[in-house]
């Protein structure tokens, strides 16, 4: 988040500048990629994405047009991600009771009749609390809207009245992964700081990797970055930017007084507003705060140590605290590859001289290696092996179960539709045993013994209190019991993906010859040339130890014999069965998912949520309501090809909640293959020296599962009133088609309707056949497999026929 009402301020004294693209010709560009998102993804686009879920498609619109830009004047972008959070960013976000208390208090205010950015609660409210407070206000309100209309709507779905839109940025964690697939694709250049995206820009800019940052408000809190980027007018070729020293000068106000200004409003470091500010609207905040300072010498820090509230004055003054012992002792990533802090060399700073006002009243003050304070790991975070802080710079690993380990807490915070079912909560219980005990102990057994015995809970947010102690330590350790499950096929050229690897296996004869291994690789004994020397040998032998750990293959490390289990010879048969290869990873999550047992394909949550279907179909149709029903939930997995747009349609929150089912369990599998990944890595099986960055990201990262976000329901939509829109009118296909045409305006995102339509049935024709193939070995319910098929049946005659 910016400094809270800084940019305002600073457009309005005109204390912002303007140059054309052009100068920045042949420069490299280090975008802070939070900031970025938040000028793109304005507060009236994507209002319905918390509704539908999945990607932003209409940022990929906007990112092609800016690279275009930046490639007429060969500028080079540098996207720079932010990594784990700080300590004031972890109580901000609700991390240690995973938003419980955000999400009680979103409910109450979301119900209150008032604008939700009204004085009284804008500078107190969290921005965890502003989205789940929306997000509350929004459901609320489409079942208000869907009870109203229940006596008129038949088949044309109304789309809703309230966004579900709040006026802070998206949370770019959700769908970080898919840009940085999207980045890889384009060869473009990005980086995923340990902490802080603009501190690592600065850091990048002080040793030349770049020549101008574009980021937030924040870095006027730094004195070594003279000037920074902080708008870019692509349609006008030009860029606005701001001169830190013209700032202070014009504003009157010292650097010590400027920060304590920073740390009192709220800002990425100290996200809070602090008293004596907190009564006053955010949108003054900033020049409310300077004109105490320079009509009266107001002292922030010294007001919360003195405020006569002295529960306040104890909360005030820790969180300022860390907020200016952060912004003296950031961590970044640097050139030797090593996670240090960011020198007050570095900084551009004077290392002569000192403050002598309080030593948390100036980032600017002396800070050598030799002052830093026993503490600052409560103030960042506990450090982690470098080597970590590198898979995570790549994009290899996503970071919560680092920050798990860290901070000692794994949250599950409420889902987009608010968690309230009894299958998701249950999911989300039987998750420690499933995936979390298997991932912390991979994820600690290679690095320093106090990890392996620091405990560590998973806290729910419907059960804060009831947290459960995740088992780190057992016996014999995890990947001891998996460490002679090896792939090495030695063919450099060979990429992997799912149907590669699930090829290989068929051809094997003997899979405990072909894939066990009487010697372990991770010695420093194992020469060089016997461990594991391909990317696809790698991704490969972390994906037979990831199905193993699952129950898809039986290993026994005793006796090194691999057998394929029952969900396992389903699991391989796919390529038999002819499953197509974009097709094998989503029907491996509904797979996983129904091994869970938590909810099967045809029944209903509980509390039961309400459909976007009408009554009148519900009561007329209600064979074919069924049918509609476990077709949209397979469908809420399925991978729509549009184009990039912001999305205005209606919405199913039915159809969410399932699609959220999914979504943990696929976020799930994404951890589990990490650590089991960075496990064989951590372990030295594999020549890391072999790969230089591209390399890493092109050949690994690239190629890794489950890493895209889950895909929006949109598809599921499109069928869902397509169908009901079928029965309403006469087994009409073209009316039908015309109500989806015009209901979510397939001519400009989806030009290719028909094929999009082809590609879900083959989709839901394939999962048939796998749910057929598990019906058969009685891994799952009959009752699912025949509404499954007669479901497959009716959805076929609706798309084929063309009576009128």
Request: proline letters at 5%; aromatic letters at 12%.
């Amino acid at each position: 988040m910016p400094v809270k009402s800084l940019e305002s301020f600073l457009f309005e004294r005109g204390l912002v500048g303007t140059y054309p693209i052009e100068s920045l010709k042949n420069a490299s560009l280090g975008i802070d990629v939070d900031h970025y998102v938040s000028r793109l993804l304005t507060s009236k686009r994507e209002q319905y994405l918390d509704a539908i879920g999945g990607f932003p498609t209409s940022l990929k619109l906007y990112l092609e047009s800016d690279l275009q830009v930046f490639r007429e004047y060969d500028i080079t972008p540098v996207f720079v991600f932010s990594g784990s959070p700080v300590a004031n960013q972890l109580e901000a976000s609700g991390h240690y009771a995973a938003a419980a208390p955000e999400a009680a208090a979103a409910a109450i205010n979301a119900s209150n009749s008032g604008p939700m950015s009204s004085s009284a609660t804008s500078t107190t409210r969290t921005a965890k609390e502003a989205i789940l407070a929306q997000r509350h206000k929004g459901w609320t309100q489409w079942n208000n809207m869907h009870a109203n209309n229940q006596s008129s709507y038949i088949d044309q779905p109304i789309p809703p009245s309230e966004p579900f839109k709040y006026s802070i940025p998206l949370d770019t964690k959700r769908f970080q992964s898919d840009l940085i697939d999207y980045f890889i694709s384009l060869d473009i250049r990005f980086q995923v700081a340990p902490y802080s995206s603009w501190f690592q820009l600065t850091y990048l800019l002080q040793n030349e990797y770049i020549d101008a940052i574009y980021g937030p408000t924040e870095l006027l809190m730094l004195s070594s970055v003279e000037k920074f980027i902080l708008g870019m007018e692509f349609p006008n070729k030009e860029y606005r930017f701001v001169d830190r020293t013209r700032v202070l000068s014009e504003i009157n106000c010292s650097s010590e007084e400027f920060i304590d200004i920073c740390m009192t409003v709220g800002n990425d470091l100290q996200p809070y507003t602090l008293s004596p500010l907190r009564m006053y609207p955010v949108q003054q905040l900033f020049e409310v705060a300077l004109e105490m300072v320079l009509s009266s010498g107001t002292d922030f820090y010294a007001y919360q140590l003195m405020n006569p509230i002295k529960n306040e004055s104890v909360q005030s003054v820790g969180r300022y605290q860390k907020g200016i012992s952060a912004l003296k002792f950031m961590p970044v990533l640097k050139e030797n590859g090593k996670v240090e802090l960011y020198s007050p060399a570095e900084r551009g700073e004077d290392r002569t001289t000192n403050s002598a006002g309080s030593p948390y009243s100036s980032a600017s003050s002396t800070a050598s290696l030799e002052t830093i304070p026993n503490d600052v790991h409560d103030v960042v975070a506990q450090r982690l092996p470098h080597e970590y802080y590198f898979y995570q710079s790549i994009g290899l690993v996503s970071g919560k179960l680092m920050d798990a380990i860290t901070t000692g807490v794994y949250p599950d915070e409420p889902p987009l539709d608010g968690g309230s079912s009894e299958s998701y909560r249950k999911l989300v219980k039987s998750s420690v045993e499933l995936f979390k005990n298997k991932e912390i102990n991979l994820l600690t057994q290679p690095i320093n013994r106090y990890y392996q015995i620091k405990p560590i809970k998973h806290v729910k947010w419907f059960a804060p209190d009831d947290a459960v102690t995740l088992a780190n330590r057992v016996t014999p350790p995890i990947f001891d019991r998996i460490n002679h499950l090896v792939v090495k096929t030695s063919q450099p050229e060979r990429e992997f993906s799912l149907e590669q690897f699930l090829s290989m296996f068929n051809e094997s004869e003997d899979l405990t010859k072909s894939f066990v291994s009487d010697k372990v690789l991770f010695p420093n004994s194992v020469p060089l040339k016997e461990k594991l020397s391909t990317p696809f040998d790698l991704l490969a032998t972390a994906f037979v130890r990831f199905l193993s750990l699952l129950g898809f293959f039986d290993f026994d490390s005793s006796q090194k014999i691999l057998k394929v289990t029952s969900w396992g010879r389903i699991l391989l048969d796919m390529t038999k069965i002819g499953v197509d290869s974009e097709f094998i990873e989503p029907i491996f999550v509904l797979l996983m998912f129904l091994k869970t047992g938590v909810l099967s394909l045809r029944e209903e949550t509980v509390p039961a949520t309400t459909s976007a279907l009408s009554k009148a179909t519900l009561r007329s149709y209600s064979k074919e309501s069924s049918y509609i029903l476990v077709l949209t939930r397979i469908l809420s997995i399925f991978r729509l090809q549009q184009k990039p747009s912001n999305y205005h349609g209606p919405i199913d929150r039915k159809t969410l909640v399932f699609r959220d089912h999914l979504d943990y369990v696929k976020e799930n599998l994404n951890d589990l293959f990490e650590v089991a990944l960075v496990s064989s890595l951590a372990a030295g099986e594999f020549d890391r020296l072999s790969l230089d960055n591209t390399g890493w990201q092109k050949k690994i990262v690239a190629a890794m599962p489950f890493k895209l976000s889950t895909p929006s329901t949109v598809m599921a939509m499109i069928w869902q009133f397509y169908l009901q829109k079928f029965l309403h009118n006469g087994n009409s296909k073209s009316d039908a088609l015309n109500l989806i045409a015009s209901t979510f305006n397939t001519s400009k995102v989806v030009p290719n309707l028909d094929e999009e339509l082809k590609r879900s049935l083959n989709f839901v024709r394939q999962f048939g056949q796998v749910l057929g193939a598990l019906s058969k070995a009685n891994l799952c319910e009959k009752q699912d497999y025949d509404l499954v098929a007669e479901a497959l049946e009716f959805i076929e005659k609706a798309f084929a026929d063309e009576r009128v």
